[in-house]
């Protein structure tokens, strides 16, 4: 999906929510645990239920993959039900020497449909360029994460600002606002005003609102730009707001509500 089409998107239906697929087997309702294969009936019916409300859908490959080769199948099954009218993003965080980002690249946007894939980028460009080279595909690379370890390397001195500002300085001359966006936690907000003077025109992919804490408010009002430049992601909040039948109505009650606020913030 090119940046011109998932504007056009965000401006459609107007949102910039991405829902997280980071489908746990133990967490969906008991009715489906017996099922064949019970996560792909879960994630099926929190698709439908909310196609209409987001312009993404993340999966977190982790979850799936943690059940071996079926998982892998119901990875591959989710995002063939997603179907061309989503940008899906594979949350895979990916990065290693070239030759083998090649093989995930191949793997993510060649064997599987999926527009866009977390990249770490501490191995330096090569392990970042082999996703730049697909049209209409996008590495999401890790900027500044909102988790505590984030203190551990991200936001320690480098040279005359911090590490993550060279990471958004020397990624984004790697290619352009057009192939790359940057994974920017929620729970960083008193940074996006910072990260808007490095990376203006960047798409931003900004998980951790909801169950995490992080303010959809104060990161529409910070980090917004022209293209609005977001893909806000929402997890937990939105695909376990029932553990009950009724999971799905659930699901679509909570993602009405953030599609509806996004909707102030467009204008």
Not at 36 to 63: H, M, Q, W
Request: hydrophobic share 40%; net charge negative.
């Amino acid at each position: 999906m090119t940046r011109a089409e998932l504007v056009q998107l965000i401006k459609s239906r107007k949102s910039y929510l991405c829902v997280g697929l980071d489908t746990d087997i133990t967490k969906i309702p008991e009715h489906l645990k017996d099922k064949p294969d019970g996560v792909l009936e879960f994630n099926k019916a929190i698709i439908d239920a909310t196609r209409d409300l987001c312009v993404s859908y993340k999966i977190n490959t982790a979850f799936y993959e943690a059940q071996g080769v079926a998982g892998w199948q119901t990875m591959q099954q989710t995002v063939e039900y997603i179907g061309n009218e989503h940008f899906k993003i594979a949350d895979a965080k990916r990065g290693d020497i070239g030759n083998t980002s090649d093989q995930y690249a191949k793997a993510f946007f060649s064997a599987l449909p999926f527009d866009s894939v977390t990249v770490a980028p501490y191995m330096g460009s090569d392990s970042v360029q082999p996703f730049l080279k697909y049209d209409g595909k996008w590495a999401i690379v890790l900027g500044l994460t909102s988790n505590k370890g984030a203190a551990d390397f991200e936001l320690q001195p480098c040279g005359e600002g911090l590490l993550y500002e060279k990471v958004l300085k020397t990624v984004s001359q790697w290619g352009s606002d057009e192939n790359i966006m940057f994974v920017v936690g929620a729970t960083q907000a008193d940074s996006f005003t910072a990260i808007r003077q490095i990376i203006p025109g960047h798409f931003l992919l900004v998980p951790g609102v909801g169950a995490q804490g992080g303010s959809l408010k104060d990161i529409s009002e910070k980090a917004m730009n022209n293209d609005c430049g977001l893909l806000v992601n929402v997890s937990r909040d939105i695909i376990f707001a029932s553990g009950g039948a009724d999971f799905a109505e659930a699901a679509r009650t909570k993602a009405l509500g953030y599609q509806q606020e996004m909707a102030k913030y467009l204008g």
